[in-house]
């Protein structure tokens, strides 16, 4: 299966085109790089990987129950910026639910969880069943998702990354915390992004490769406080901390929709006619898989 970073991929490409090549955010642009983001990744990795699977982020994410400060300051950073974010959520939000209705694509989005909750789920299931599995996303988060069966793609460098210890690399990434989504490290206090001028306590190289090879978490049982946060962070950034609830939903929709899937080239064309996607017309066929080929 090829797991997709939906909403990520995609901005990332349109913010490249904007800064890039400076083009203008019209819904012709935004549509065209969306759905090129999909055909484009479809194209290159269906034959080895099979159906495309869109993860998107639902309207809810229980990880801001356990802390509401969760991707506080990306919101602050949107809400200061240029670009029409509501615009082009609208546009994903668009496309999402045409290819749900029209293409022969399995959509997943969980009410409750982000797309990060439905690609580290397949994943798992992935490795579990011992199906192949690429992950197309910039994210290094999803190293910690990496097996024998699920490696990854990166859009951004252009190459295929498989991480050989997951378990160390999700260590690490829960003792450093996740800056882009407002989860500080082990030595900072939770509210270090709200606090204007305040810069987190450092984590130095040799505290890290101590801290990693200490198999037993002796750091963690000298500070309560450390350890407190090392629980806070491994439960927001741990992909396996998802709700069981929501795991065995995301796999019950994957499985529904794989058993019913079916291509309809007619509403495939209207859509692509209805706005002026020639360019995707005449490549229909990269968004198609057939899974008895």
Request: aromatic fraction near 12%; hydrophobic fraction near 35%; charge should be neutral.
């Amino acid at each position: 299966m090829i797991l997709l970073d939906y909403s990520a991929v995609a901005i990332a490409n349109m913010m490249i085109a904007i800064k890039k090549d400076k083009e203008e955010l019209t819904e012709y642009f935004a549509l065209h790089m969306i759905m090129n983001s999909i055909r484009k990744n479809y194209k290159k990795y269906k034959r080895e990987y099979g159906v495309m699977i869109i993860c998107c982020d639902g309207p809810y994410n229980w990880r801001k129950e356990t802390f509401p400060l969760y991707k506080h300051k990306r919101r602050k950073d949107k809400k200061d910026s240029s670009i029409d974010w509501d615009f082009i959520y609208k546009n994903l939000e668009y496309v999402k639910d045409k290819i749900k209705e029209d293409f022969p694509i399995i959509v997943i989005e969980h009410s409750c969880c982000e797309a990060d909750d439905v690609i580290g789920t397949l994943a798992r299931y992935s490795t579990s069943n011992e199906i192949p599995t690429i992950i197309i996303s910039n994210d290094k988060d999803f190293l910690q998702c990496h097996s024998e069966y699920v490696c990854q793609y990166r859009p951004i460098n252009d190459i295929i990354i498989r991480e050989p210890n997951p378990s160390r690399n999700l260590k690490e990434l829960v003792i450093r915390g996740d800056y882009d989504d407002g989860v500080p490290n082990i030595k900072s206090p939770d509210d270090i992004f709200t606090i204007e001028g305040k810069r987190q306590s450092p984590i130095y190289k040799k505290d890290l490769t101590k801290w990693l090879d200490d198999t037993e978490f002796s750091f963690l049982k000298e500070d309560d406080l450390m350890k407190k946060r090392f629980n806070r962070n491994f439960t927001l950034i741990g992909l396996i901390n998802t709700p069981e609830q929501y795991q065995h939903e995301i796999i019950s929709d994957y499985v529904n929709q794989y058993a019913t899937l079916l291509p309809n080239k007619q509403k495939m064309i209207q859509f692509f006619m209805d706005h002026r996607l020639r360019y995707m017309h005449e490549r229909i066929d990269d968004f198609i898989y057939r899974k008895n080929a």
